[in-house]
């Protein structure tokens, strides 16, 4: 089992930034990737960024440009910095732990203010 503990939410105003915060239980290396998603009230969940522990990155087509995922192997810490935010970045935040199977975080909620 695999425990999840996000933090870094809160509420904003649009055209500032964020750091989100996500530490694992379990060392980073031994998963597959790590990454955060978001699910934005009466949306699908959808992929923000994935992120190896050798810092390969994904990003999903919403979150290119504005949003940077990184991470602190010493720390089995996965970090979501955004900037520039917008109004319709406002959902809760999810991080995931992925090796056989999927673990979740909690979630974290960002509202960006207009």
């Known amino acids: 089992q695999v425990q999840l503990v996000e933090s870094g939410g809160g509420l904003v105003q649009a055209g500032g930034s964020l750091r989100l915060s996500c530490a694992a239980s379990?060392?980073?290396?031994?998963?597959?990737?790590m990454g955060w998603y978001r699910q934005a009230p009466g949306k699908q969940r959808e992929l923000v960024a994935t992120?190896?522990?050798?810092?390969?990155?994904t990003y999903g087509d919403s979150a290119k440009g504005r949003f940077a995922i990184s991470i602190d192997n010493a720390k089995n810490t996965v970090y979501l910095q955004i900037d520039s935010l917008k109004p319709e970045d406002t959902a809760v935040y999810y991080c995931?732990?992925?090796?056989?199977?999927?673990?979740w975080g909690q979630g974290t909620q960002v509202t960006v203010s207009s």
């Open positions: 995931l732990y992925r090796d056989y199977i999927e673990y």
């Open positions: 379990r060392d980073i290396f031994r998963a597959n990737y």
């Open positions: 992120i190896t522990s050798t810092a390969r990155t």
